[in-house]
């Protein structure tokens, strides 16, 4: 897969072409917005847009757990440390919800409102265990026809979130010669490189790699035929990349696993 970033000769380090295993969840989570590994390598955590509920796939049985649901709404995104989850959710009002044991019946959950505007709407989620913070990244803007979008640190000593963004995404880094915005649909932190990954879902399908001082690593377009609508990435413990897909246009959600090339 070719980046689109002509200035740049990095490859991605994994081949998006080839996933090692490919799942098809069935219809009733074809809304799946976000995944986030669990520590045994072998099951993924999801959400879907319809509640805040939490989700388990078994990888090698393909078996969903549905565990409690807390409130309806828009969940767009999940992060696990340890037996703690956090999930987005987006709407009116963004909030961020921390699950304590959440496999339990009797999970408890804390909801902890972010100082951000609807139309930032915030989609992406990931834990930055060094920085013992989570990472969100919004989809859009509240100014009109601006192409760069914002990603903001929220302190888990705090529970609260920085106002200033830790970083901005601006689509000019690698679509200089486009109208097109890269929209973040899903994010990711590497936990040795502390590259980030970022998905984009909205307008034009794409990962985009940037370190944390707002560097530009690289960009790559997504296949859209096999990426119908990617919203969620992850990294497992064994370090594949996960992308999950909505279902759409007939097609059942995907969750696909990728190798590392090296």
Not at 108 to 116: A, G, I, N, Q, T
Request: proline share 5%; glycine share 6%.
């Amino acid at each position: 897969m070719k980046s689109i970033n002509e200035t740049s000769t990095t490859h991605f380090p994994y081949d998006l072409r080839s996933p090692i295993k490919s799942y098809s969840l069935p219809n009733q989570y074809k809304e799946i917005s976000g995944i986030s590994p669990l520590e045994t390598n072998d099951s993924l955590a999801f959400v879907q847009d319809e509640a805040v509920q939490i989700h388990t796939f078994n990888l090698t049985s393909e078996r969903v757990i549905e565990h409690n649901k807390h409130e309806a709404g828009d969940s767009e995104d999940i992060t696990i440390a340890g037996n703690t989850a956090y999930l987005l959710k987006a709407g009116n009002h963004p909030a961020i919800y921390k699950v304590t044991d959440f496999t339990c019946e009797n999970a408890h959950y804390e909801r902890y409102d972010l100082d951000l505007h609807k139309d930032q709407d915030p989609e992406g989620l990931c834990h930055d265990v060094k920085r013992n913070r989570l990472l969100i990244a919004c989809k859009g803007s509240i100014k009109n026809k601006d192409r760069t979008r914002g990603i903001y640190a929220f302190s888990l000593q705090f529970m609260q979130i920085d106002h200033s963004p830790v970083l901005t995404i601006d689509s000019q880094d690698f679509l200089p010669n486009s109208e097109e915005t890269f929209n973040p649909s899903g994010i990711v932190i590497h936990p040795q490189s502390d590259v980030l990954y970022i998905i984009g879902s909205k307008g034009v399908k794409m990962i985009a790699c940037y370190e944390l001082d707002g560097y530009c690593k690289g960009a790559w377009r997504l296949n859209e035929n096999q990426f119908i609508q990617p919203e969620g990435i992850a990294l497992m413990p064994s370090g594949e990349l996960v992308i999950s897909s909505e279902g759409k246009k007939g097609k059942k959600a995907k969750i696909l696993v990728f190798s590392n090339r090296q």
